[in-house]
C-alpha cells in the first residue's frame, strides 16, 4: 500500500509518499480500504513543529470501508463503511481505526461528507456545549471558513443563536460563510483593530485561532459572556479583563470527551448525522485530492485560504 510520511520537520515539502505492507488489525482494530482523509490544522502543525519520533506517519480523520476486524472487535464485520479517528498511518490505502473511534456512515453519505463532517463536527458540538448556550444568544466564530468553523457557523444558526458573527481571515470569504448563516461578518484585521467594533457584543466566543486575536475575541463579549478556547494557537489576556465584565474563559479539547466520556461523544455523533439528514448542516469541501497531492493539501491548510474541509482520496 501507500503511505504519507515525514523523516524530518519541515514545511509539506518534507512529505513522501512511500510503498508499505498492510497492516493486520490487531485486539479491537479495524482495518479499513481508505476512502477519504480530512486534513488538519494540528496534523500540519505537527509536521512541521516535531513531537514525535521520525520518521513519522499522520494520523487523522478517516473514512472508507471496513476489510478485515482484530479480535475483540463487536458491532462492526467487514463490508460496513465507517468513520473515525487514526492515530497511526490515516494518510495511507489502508488505515487501522480503534473500533471504539469508529462509528457508521449512514448510507446516504458520501466517505468525503463523513470525514468533513463527524469530526470536525463534532469539536463545533463541543465547543458550542461548553459555552452552555441558552435559546437566543449570540455568537461570534473564529475561522469561520475552516474545516470546523464553518460547522460551527452553522450549529449556531441551527440550535438557535439570535445572531451569528463569522470572523475570517479575509473579506474575499464573506460570501462564503454568509451562505452558512452568518448574519454578520467581520475581519480579524476589524476585530482587532483600535476602531469600535462593527458589531454588537455577543454573549458567546468560539475561538479556534488563538495568539494575538485572543485578547480582541474577549473584548468582543458583552458581560457575562463565555469564550470557549480550542485552538493550539495560544495567547494570553488580562486577567482583569475577566472581573471587569464578568467573563469566563473555558477550554475545550475532543481529545478528553473521547477519552472520559464516550457516551456523550457518541450522542453527538447522532445528533450531527441527524442535523445532516435535515439538510441543517452540510459540509463543504474547499478540495479533494489524490493521496499523492498531501504536500499540497497542507499548503492549502497553512495558507488559510480553504472555505470549508481539505480532503485527500486515496481512491
Known sequence: ????????????????VEEADVPAPGPGELLLR???????LPAVRKVREGGLPLPAGLGGEVAGRIVAVGPDVTGFAAG?????????????????LLSSMASHVP??????DAVALVRSGLVARGAYAAA???????????????????LAVQLAAARGASRVVAAVGSAAKADF?????????????????????????????????????LSP??????????????????????????LVGAKSVIGFQMALIARHHPALMERWRRELWEEFAAGR??????????????ARAHEIIESRVNLGKVVLRPV
Open 132 to 150: 452552555r448556550p441558552a435559546e437566543g444568544e449570540s455568537v461570534l466564530v473564529t475561522a469561520a471558513a475552516s474545516g470546523v468553523g464553518h
Open 107 to 112: 448510507d446516504d453519505a458520501s466517505a468525503t
Open 217 to 242: 475575541a474577549l473584548a468582543a463579549l458583552a458581560p457575562g459572556g463565555r469564550l470557549v478556547a480550542y485552538s493550539s494557537g495560544g495567547g494570553t489576556f488580562e486577567a482583569y479583563d475577566l
Open 34 to 40: 481508505t476512502e477519504a482523509v480530512g486534513v488538519t
Open 177 to 213: 460563510v454568509r451562505s452558512l448563516g452568518a448574519d454578520e461578518v467581520v475581519t480579524y484585521e476589524e476585530l482587532a483593530g483600535p476602531a469600535p467594533l462593527p458589531f454588537a457584543p455577543v454573549d458567546i466566543v468560539l475561538d479556534a485561532v488563538g495568539g494575538e486575536l
Open 1 to 16: 500500500m501507500r503511505r504519507v510520511r515525514y523523516f524530518e520537520n519541515g514545511g509539506p515539502e518534507v512529505l513522501r
Open 80 to 96: 460496513d463503511r465507517v468513520t473515525g479517528l487514526c492515530f497511526g498511518d490515516g494518510y495511507a490505502d489502508h488505515s487501522l
Open 281 to 294: 448542516l452540510r459540509p463543504r469541501v474547499h478540495a479533494e485530492l489524490p493521496l499523492e497531492q498531501a
